[in-house]
Nanobody, 124 residues
Framework: QVQLVESGGRLVQAGGSLRLSCAAS????????MGWFRQAPGKEREFVAA????????DYADSVKGRFTISRDNAKNTVDLQMNSLKPEDTGVYYC?????????????????WGQGTQVTVSS
């Protein structure tokens, strides 16, 4: 059974940087499109970034474009989210997600498996 475990969330000052990591186990990681989502208090979960199976293609929400970078290491079964120039509005629980269906396309929807989340708090 595939499992996703996020790490790296913490309290950081505005303008700072943070790197989140998601470790996958129990499946063939290189077959999965991976994504990062976040949920702020009182708001719905929203898409942040996604990366194709090979890592050659990425997609970002407009709100994080130019500040966040998603990457993956298929040898280590990990997907990371490098977050720079953090803003208070980046605060929330960050979730790693995977599309388990074979040949799934890179997109912002249709994710089958979710991690438990890691809290990111950006203070002003």
């Amino acid at each position: 059974q595939v499992q996703l475990v996020e790490s790296g969330g913490r309290l950081v000052q505005a303008g700072g940087s943070l790197r989140l990591s998601c470790a996958a186990s129990g499946g063939t990681f290189s077959r999965y499109v991976m994504g990062w989502f976040r949920q702020a208090p009182g708001k719905e979960r929203e898409f942040v970034a996604a990366i194709s199976r090979s890592g050659g293609n990425t997609d970002y929400a407009d709100s994080v474009k130019g500040r966040f970078t998603i990457s993956r290491d298929n040898a280590k079964n990990t997907v990371d989210l490098q977050m720079n120039s953090l803003k208070p509005e980046d605060t929330g629980v960050y979730y790693c997600a995977a599309k388990l269906k074979p040949y799934a396309l890179l997109s912002r929807h249709g994710y089958d498996l979710w991690g438990q989340g890691t809290q990111v708090t950006v203070s002003s």
